[in-house]
Structure formats: C-alpha cells, structure tokens
C-alpha cells in the first residue's frame, strides 16, 4: 500500500459525459501526479501539481482539467468523453517538487461506452 | 529527459538471477537512474535508483557502468511474484529544482516461470 488513495475504483460512462477523478497523496506529500495508461499509449504523464499550483504539463488534453485543493487533495476532470479515454488513470504523489522517486495509487479504471 | 532502450520481453525460471540492460546513451550529468515495477492493473513501484557504480538494496541491484550510457536491474533468486514490467527512467533527481514529470517508456515485461 503506497499511501495514496483513488476514487472511484470502476468508471463507466457513455461517450460525452463528464466524470471526476479523486486523489488523495501520501500524508504530508505535496506534489500530486497524474498519469493515464492504455493499451496502445503505455503511461503516459499528464500533469502536475505542487502545494496547490500547477507544476508541469504533459500530454493532457484540452477537455481535461486539473486541480489541488487546499487540503491537497487533487481531482481530475474530464469531459466530453470519447471512447478512446478508455484507460486506467493514476495518481502519484512525492514529498517534495521534483525527484524520480514517486508513490502511486491504485488506479481509476475509466470505461467509456 | 535522456531516452532509454530496454528489451520489450524477457523470460526466467524461478530461482534464477535476471538482469534487464537499459540503454541510455544520451544520459546527462545531473541524470539519475531510476527503475519502476508494475503489476497487472495496478500503480508502478519505485525500485531503485542510482547515479553510479553499484547500488544495493533489498529488492535489487544496480550495476552503472563507468560511462553511464547502460545500466542494468539484478533481480536476485526471482519468483513467480516477480512477473511483471520493469521501467528504466532517466533524469534529473535534484528535488530541489527539477520538474517531477516521470517519462516511462513501454518497459520490459517479465514472465518468471515455474
């Protein structure tokens, strides 16, 4: 157990809905890391946030959006939801900004219909 | 970040000593070697990292050649638990001031047999 915690688990949904995606870092850690992994992509980094403002970006599409909460909890929105979002959707989190050594979480399995 | 080549699939029987070689000729100064493991459907686990030489711990071993072009994760007496994708990253681990994207490449799976 990493530390790091991620709601919901299963994600169904239909093409062009919306869904949030819940995050919750390690005890004390500030960065909260987004990745996405299918099948045909691998992981692939998202963005990233640190103490509440956003850090990096990588291939985070514009229907995507971000954000850290004061109690740093972090949650991914994504809309208008096509199929090929189908992936599993991680979070990481790292004590500090930067650093190769990150903590993931379970996962969120996102099906989209 | 530096790119990396490391073998798409390797094979292995229970017991046995597995090494998985990473190709990274483009390795900067400041760049740290880091390896991750992921199980079926779950997060990527850190595993070890290292800068030069040898680095111990008590998952694995990391051997970095003088160069630091290569690298290569030992995994000592594996099990059948060891199945899985290994990730070989490399970059900056300079808390400090670096960005804390991680850019995996598709890893190398490994299948450790009975």
């Known amino acids: 157990d990493s530390g790091v915690t991620q709601t919901p688990k299963h994600l169904i949904t239909a093409t062009g809905q919306r869904v949030t995606l819940r995050c919750s870092p390690r005890s004390g850690d500030l960065s909260v890391y987004w990745y996405q992994q299918s099948l045909d992509q691998g992981l692939q980094f998202l963005i990233q946030?640190?103490?509440?403002?956003?850090?990096a970006k990588g291939n985070i599409l514009e229907r995507f959006s971000a954000q850290q909460f004061p109690d740093l909890h972090s949650e991914l929105n994504l809309s208008s939801l096509e199929l090929g979002d189908s992936a599993l959707y991680f979070c990481a989190s790292s004590p500090l900004a930067g650093g190769n050594e990150q903590f993931f979480g379970p996962g969120t399995r996102l099906t989209v219909l | 970040l530096a790119k990396t080549t490391q073998p798409i699939s390797m094979d292995s029987y229970e017991g046995q000593e597995v090494n998985i070689t990473c190709s990274h000729n483009?390795?900067?100064?400041?760049?740290?070697i880091t390896w991750y493991q992921q199980f079926p459907s779950q997060g990527p686990r850190f595993i070890i990292q290292?800068?030069?030489t040898k680095v111990t711990n008590e998952v694995a071993s990391l051997f970095i050649p003088a160069d630091r072009k290569s690298s290569t994760l030992s995994l000592p007496r594996v099990s059948l638990s060891d199945t899985a994708v290994y990730y070989c990253?490399?970059?900056?681990?300079?808390?400090?001031?670096?960005?804390?994207?991680?850019?995996f490449g598709r890893g190398t799976q490994l299948t450790v047999w009975p």
């Open positions: 946030y640190y103490n509440g403002e956003e850090r």
């Open positions: 290292g800068y030069k």
């Open positions: 990253l490399v970059g900056e681990a300079d808390r400090g001031s670096t960005l804390g994207r991680l850019y």
């Open positions: 483009n390795i900067a100064t400041n760049d740290y």
